[in-house]
């Protein structure tokens, strides 16, 4: 059993700061990339970014140069520094885990239950 938990979420003014963080546990053996995702209200799920098990990272246009991901590798951890907010990055903010449970288990993508993220003045 692997379970992933968030916090980090609120309310926010335009311009202000947020950090995210999201802890994975239980039965892992590896955790490999790990990620945010974010869904609006009407709109599907997208990535925000994304970070390699080697901190390789890659993010969404949207946030580039204002939203920084990190991961602390002892603590299966990862974190989303995010700067600038604007009132379109409002959305329930998902972390995502891929890891192996076992040695010879196939890596499987673990959720996190989401947490919201609200910009406005």
């Known amino acids: 059993q692997v379970q992933l938990v968030e916090s980090g979420g609120g309310l926010v003014q335009p311009g202000g700061s947020l950090r995210l963080s999201c802890a994975a546990s239980?039965?892992?053996?590896?955790?490999?990339?790990m990620g945010w995702y974010r869904q609006a209200p009407g709109k599907q799920r997208e990535l925000v970014a994304r970070?390699?098990?080697?901190?390789?990272?890659n993010y969404a246009d949207s946030v580039k140069g204002r939203f920084t991901i990190s991961r602390d590798n002892a603590k299966n951890a990862v974190y989303l520094q995010m700067n600038s907010l604007k009132p379109e990055d409002t959305a329930v903010y998902y972390c995502?885990?891929?890891?192996?449970?076992?040695?010879?288990?196939?890596?499987?993508?673990?959720w996190g239950q989401g947490t919201q993220v609200t910009v406005s003045s």
């Open positions: 970070i390699s098990s080697g901190g390789v990272t």
């Open positions: 239980g039965s892992i053996f590896r955790v490999n990339a």
């Open positions: 995502l885990a891929r890891l192996k449970s076992a040695g010879s288990a196939p890596d499987y993508d673990y």
